[in-house]
């Protein structure tokens, strides 16, 4: 019987591990892995001071040929990107914990230099501290110090996990969360820059973010969730199309997702304003992710259609910037193979899901591109313009087949691959773009 409760009560791990709450524990009944007891230390009788330790290791192979439609560099490129990670959640009652972690990432045979983003020696990838306050029928939180942060589908505000290091935001970071109806997060931060060596990462001070990021449920329509936010963003040097200057961008938006019988939904609207330098910014994106799934069928397929639609500048001497900023979003945004930044575009993404085997899934997509506006460049990540694609003839920009399969062997270990072939449209072509590929497999195993 305790092996039964244990089995469904057992805490799961997560993506942001800062999450995951073992306090559970504490009843020797469910302590039934082999490594709970790093789960669960007790830091005095009661049981009411804890710590939890936990980490991570990833090993990843990663081969391209022409990145970014062959306007990248270098031409070719194979390498591994190898991270490991161990973090401590340490609780002190359950009005206050500290959080710390520290990641190692190497990246053996890259051509050149590899970037700080894949190579990071051993630094601090997160360290703040949490007090928390229940108050009538909800709690109120408030974070101070390196974290991460994630929000909504991650268009905006996400976790970088393709490469070696994830993305850590050094500032303040305030929720309330009301039940299960109504959560409000507030946050002033600047995004960390990594860098090579050890113990060495600071933050931007080139960037600052802030907002407020609402999430609630839609009584009047069952299955129904909405998000709105606020985001604000000021950024030096920045770099469009239209030149380099200083860019002071706010951006609003609404989500609406849910899911109903075999429906799901996922659909975004996003407005921008501001300044760059001496011009007005005017900037939107729609995103849509919607699908059906096949429950009663063989290997569960979902027929889904991803769609959206970024803005960007119709005209580079109007005194306007027309150009969408996704800002920080989660990588990868299209395809593993990360070809295109979401600015100046137009996509469309059918795709099909099999479940082969409850832990076996397949992805199958179909993606071609094209920029919002002629006269707009086609952008590299995360936010760059390709230097002769601006003021093209055509829009496309191309299309990318994508096919990946993920093993979720255990709990705690996922085995997966993913290819991409990619074809330029006219408008790379006449930048000088070609035909490439891009293959990864990966192994990550978190405990």
Do not use: C
Not at 274 to 289: E, H, M, P, Q, T
């Amino acid at each position: 019987m305790a092996m039964a409760q244990g089995s469904v009560d057992r805490p799961a791990l997560k993506s942001l591990r800062f999450d995951e709450d073992w306090s559970p524990l504490r009843d020797p009944a469910l302590r039934t892995d082999f490594l709970d007891p790093l789960k669960w230390i007790p830091l005095n009788d009661s049981g009411s001071w804890y710590a939890t330790l936990g980490g991570e290791l990833r090993e990843r192979y990663e081969y391209v040929r022409a990145p970014v439609f062959g306007l990248g560099s270098p031409p070719r490129n194979d390498y591994f990107l190898s991270r490991a990670s161990l973090f401590a959640d340490i609780h002190f009652g359950p009005g206050f914990r500290t959080f710390v972690e520290i990641a190692a990432a190497h990246a053996p045979g890259w051509s050149g230099s590899p970037p700080a983003t894949q190579k990071d020696t051993l630094d601090v990838l997160q360290a703040f501290g949490e007090a928390k306050l229940s108050l009538g029928e909800g709690q109120l939180s408030v974070r101070a110090g390196r974290q991460q942060m994630s929000f909504g589908s991650s268009r905006l505000v996400g976790v970088r996990d393709s490469p070696n290091i994830r993305r850590s935001f050094d500032g303040v970071r305030v929720t309330w969360i009301e039940s299960k109806d109504l959560r409000v997060d507030a946050f002033a931060v600047q995004p960390v820059a990594p860098r090579t060596g050890r113990f060495d990462d600071g933050r931007d001070r080139a960037q600052d973010l802030w907002g407020v990021y609402a999430t609630t449920n839609v009584p009047a329509v069952a299955g129904l969730k909405a998000d709105l936010y606020y985001l604000g963003l000021n950024r030096r040097d920045a770099r469009f199309a239209q030149g380099v200057e200083t860019e002071h961008r706010h951006t609003v938006g609404a989500r609406l997702f849910g899911s109903h019988a075999d429906f799901d939904w996922n659909i975004e609207g996003i407005f921008q304003f501001g300044n760059f330098g001496g011009s007005s910014i005017r900037a939107w994106a729609l995103s849509s992710d919607t699908g059906y799934t096949f429950s009663d069928r063989t290997w569960t397929p979902r027929i889904g259609l991803k769609a959206d639609a970024f803005s960007g500048d119709r005209n580079l001497r109007d005194g306007r910037l027309g150009t969408f900023n996704a800002l920080f979003p989660r990588l990868p945004y299209f395809s593993e193979a990360n070809l295109v930044a979401p600015s100046n575009l137009l996509d469309l993404q059918p795709n099909l899901t099999l479940a082969l085997t409850p832990t076996v899934e397949l992805n199958l997509a179909w993606n071609p591109l094209w920029k919002q506006t002629k006269a707009d460049a086609f952008y590299a990540p995360p936010l760059s313009p390709v230097r002769g694609t601006a003021g093209t003839q055509s829009r496309h920009i191309g299309q990318q087949v994508i096919a990946t399969i993920e093993w979720s062997a255990t709990p705690r270990l996922t085995v997966a691959a993913s290819y991409v072939h990619f074809e330029p449209g006219r408008a790379t072509r006449q930048a000088g773009g070609r035909s490439g590929e891009f293959l990864a497999t990966w192994l990550q195993y978190r405990f």
